[in-house]
């Protein structure tokens, strides 16, 4: 592989049928830690690090060299390894959060999610985002689909579109454990009816499923974060838009993979209706390329 014109149609649908498989596996083993005793503490950015993260990591990183050999992977957890100047990836690479969510995670409630996705020319081309603690996962490829996890596999598949603005007004999605004033103040400006707070990459799938239609991130985030879902949202229909309207671009185009802000939309008619702030605050964190090879 060596860039999104050269995976065809069927090859990325059957990418990401493989990744969905990789992500509720590895929901199995977050499954296994959650409101157990789970081994935790704090990585020198402040964020939380957790033995599930790990464990989860490991497999997904060692199903990937398996089933794609040579595709180079930036895995969140092993970014605390690196060292030295961060090294950018090549064309075509995978994007890996093994467990987006832990501080909810560790906290006991389900709003936690497995991302996977392989990007290619700057977009994600493939992608499965799996809610251990809600039994779904979904994947897409050319076409966004959604599943109900039984014994840690995907079930029967169905299609997923992100819905069209409700007369009724928008459904929001807020972070949680990360909420911001900017975010805030682009909400202001459209027609919110309500605002829930859901953790992790699961706002993406919700909006991709058409069970909400917005989820604005003015605060920082990192690549490993969105690009599951942002392939999601966009393959069913939606759009991830930045600054000026445009799509993320993937490959270490922030510090260290850090993005900036971006808003999730139901409907890209949205896009028009939203100013985003040009930037956002930072945060630590260095990443590592991986070889599957």
């Known amino acids: 592989m060596t860039g999104a014109a050269t995976i065809s149609g069927p090859e990325r649908e059957r990418i990401a049928a493989a990744l969905a498989e990789i992500a509720c596996a590895a929901g199995e083993i977050l499954r296994r830690y959650h409101r157990a005793p789970c081994p935790h503490a704090l990585k020198p950015d402040g964020t939380p690090w957790s033995a599930a993260d790990v464990e989860a990591e490991d497999l997904i990183v060692a199903a990937l060299a398996e089933r794609f050999p040579g595709i180079a992977v930036v ?89 069209a603005v409700p007369e009724g007004g928008l459904l929001a999605l807020g972070s949680r454990r990360h909420g911001d004033a900017e975010s805030m103040t682009c909400l202001a400006a459209l027609p919110v009816m309500e605002t829930r707070q859901v953790g992790s990459a699961l706002k993406f799938g919700l909006i991709a499923a058409g069970e909400a239609d917005i989820y604005v991130r003015c605060g920082p985030t990192m690549e490993w974060d969105t690009a599951a879902g942002d392939h999601l949202v966009a393959t069913a229909g939606g759009c991830v838009v930045v600054p000026g309207g445009g799509p993320i671009r993937y490959g270490q185009h922030g510090p260290n993979h850090r993005n900036g802000p971006f808003a999730a939309l139901g409907d890209p008619s949205l896009a028009q209706r939203l100013t985003l702030p040009a930037s956002c605050g930072t945060r630590g964190g260095r990443p590592t390329l991986s070889a599957t090879s």
């Open 75 to 163: 895995a969140e957890e092993r970014m605390a390894a690196a060292r030295g100047d961060v090294v950018v990836p090549a064309d075509t690479f995978f994007l890996v959060d093994p467990l987006d969510g832990t501080r909810d995670f560790l906290a006991g409630t389900h709003d936690y999610s497995v991302n996977i996705a392989l990007v290619a020319g700057e977009r994600p081309v493939a992608a499965a985002l799996a809610a251990p603690g809600f039994d779904r996962v979904w994947w897409a490829g050319t076409a966004a689909v959604e599943a109900v996890v039984t014994a840690g596999r995907p079930g029967p598949r169905r299609p997923v579109h992100a819905r």
